[in-house]
């Protein structure tokens, strides 16, 4: 470069002129590009959505450590990433549920269970109430004779719907969930003073054509919520417990 006072040529990186001594001033340096902006942290945000879903256990304990990750990754970004809050949040929000939906289901589990089973109770009552209705029709075919213990099934086949009233969900397996109070073979219906009170069908482990009494063949532990459905003379039906006098 030239020397704005005497025109000599000197070197560019030259901080004074050599021929006349004129003082240069340090031109000002390059601006470099701008810092990039920060960005939210994915995992931030991930941990957010996933403790909002943590109706399920796995997407809360999913939240749960990728916010903790993304706290650790925002703390060491120098300020390159942000998006604190919804780590946080999503901290919060997941270990919440973790808290407390083992707590509910614990609370909800035995209100199914009971449903499900008084619903398994109901349909043995159904399957009772039809065998019952089926002697009942029987009767009225045989001058009101009962049926024989030693093939009550195959009689009442007649006039069940189909075998399956023989079978109780409560009892898998079993061709017939159901037994026939012995006491009743081929005795004649007008012999029984309170049939109201008098046990036809009852149930039993015992399987097809199972007959005997109430005392002697129903299961060694009751199927239906603590109880045994059973089956009367007179064709209705109903559910007692065990506990009951």
Known sequence: MRCPTCSQEIPDSAPYCAYCGQQFTAPPPHPGPPPAAPRTSGMAVASLILGLLGGLVITALAGLILGIISLAQIGRSQGRLRGQGFAIAGLVISGFALLFVPILAAMVFPVFTRARESARKAVCLSNVKNVSLALQMYLTDYDDR????????????????????????????????????????????????????????FESDAGWNAAGIPQQLLPSQPRHLGGDNFGYLDGHARWKSRAAP
């Open 146 to 201: 009962l049926p024989a213990a030693a093939n009550w099934c195959g009689d009442l086949d007649d006039y069940v719907k189909n075998r399956e009233v023989y079978m109780c969900p409560a009892a898998d397996g079993l061709d017939c969930a159901y037994a026939y109070n012995s006491t009743l073979s081929g005795a004649d219906f007008a012999s029984f003073s309170d049939p109201a009170d008098t046990v036809a069908i």
